[in-house]
């Protein structure tokens, strides 16, 4: 895969929201279903996703920066000296270990965990060893629909075993799930915490704003002047809508219950459907001549401060 900001068209020193903005424009233009039967389109969005799972998640751009991991996220072998970095490392951390974990079902985990430092910093009274529970920490990124409406993701952790996670409907991006007595056991066969935070990857059709989704919805002129039925995408699946005759740019529509669950309330935000008037493409000159008659009896100030 090509430099992941060539793909994005950004610069190495863009923001992060920079470079969602980057995403969302080049997703949006090269959905598989706005390009039904282009698999020319397709491969680029695939491209376009693959870039962006790189850079478009802080952790990974930083550890890419550095060369750390390759475009593909792989892992880059670096030059290794083992006993100078024991002997110059912190006593207490000469025997910490940084494990990373893949997740099924799409989904990352970063998990940090000092086995080793507990262990030896935990010798008992009598000379044992004590083995304190462990909390670990997990990322997984989960797409924007799932997150949304709900879903459940299949986990591996670094003993091996699987944890089938429930991702409540209405989480957001940076909430943090807390599973019980799911951590590293200790010596006592107590367990800690696992604590996954969560990820949200952008949609190209749909962004949040606290409990409510926004969305664009594209018309042409005669359905803004003349009022239509539009057939429109929700996170719940198509739904009709009515473009009010007359309707401006900018004017939303709200749909009431379409937007994500608000908390624990059980209720649920909006879906605001944001109207884009798409003018005619090229030169009409029936159009043309029409509105320069029509402008003779009803001049506009556009530009004139309060204008409507």
Not at 79 to 91: G, I, L, N, T
Not at 119 to 124: Q, V
Request: proline share 6%.
């Amino acid at each position: 895969m090509a430099n992941p900001y060539e793909i994005l068209g950004v610069a190495p020193s863009a923001t992060q929201d920079d470079i969602r903005k980057a995403y969302r424009k080049a997703a949006k233009e090269t959905h598989p279903d706005l390009n039904p039967g282009k698999s020319e389109a397709e491969s680029r969005f695939k491209e376009i996703n693959a870039a962006y799972d790189i850079i478009g998640d802080a952790d990974k751009r930083k550890r890419y920066d550095a060369g750390e991991i390759d475009e593909t996220g792989a892992e880059r072998q670096p030059e290794r000296h083992f006993y100078r970095e024991y002997a110059e490392a912190d006593p207490n951390m000469r025997y910490s270990r940084r494990g990373t974990t893949g997740a099924q079902s799409g989904g990352e985990a970063d998990l940090d965990f000092d086995v080793f430092a507990d262990l030896f910093r935990g010798r008992g009274e009598h000379g044992g060893f004590r083995m304190p529970p462990r909390d670990v920490r997990y990322a997984l990124e989960i797409d924007f629909l799932d997150a949304v409406n709900g879903a459940r993701k299949v986990v591996s952790m670094p003993d091996g075993k699987t944890l089938d996670i429930a991702i409540p409907a209405g989480v957001d991006d940076g909430q943090v799930l807390r599973l019980k007595g799911q951590g590293l056991p200790g010596s006592d066969g107590q367990s800690g915490d696992a604590y996954v935070q969560i990820s949200v990857r952008p949609h190209p059709g749909f962004r949040r704003e606290g409990a409510d989704i926004v969305s664009e919805l594209p018309v042409s002129l005669g359905e803004a002047l003349n009022g239509a039925s539009v057939r429109i995408e929700t996170v719940d699946g198509q739904v009709d809508v009515k473009v009010p005759k007359g309707a401006k740019e900018g004017t939303k529509l709200r749909l009431r219950g379409k937007g994500a669950l608000r908390g624990k309330s059980g209720e649920r935000g909006d879906q605001l459907v944001e109207i884009h008037i798409v003018p005619p493409e090229g030169a009409d000159e029936a159009l043309a001549q029409f509105m320069a008659e029509w402008e003779k009896s009803h001049p506009q100030q556009p530009r004139r401060k309060g204008a409507t």
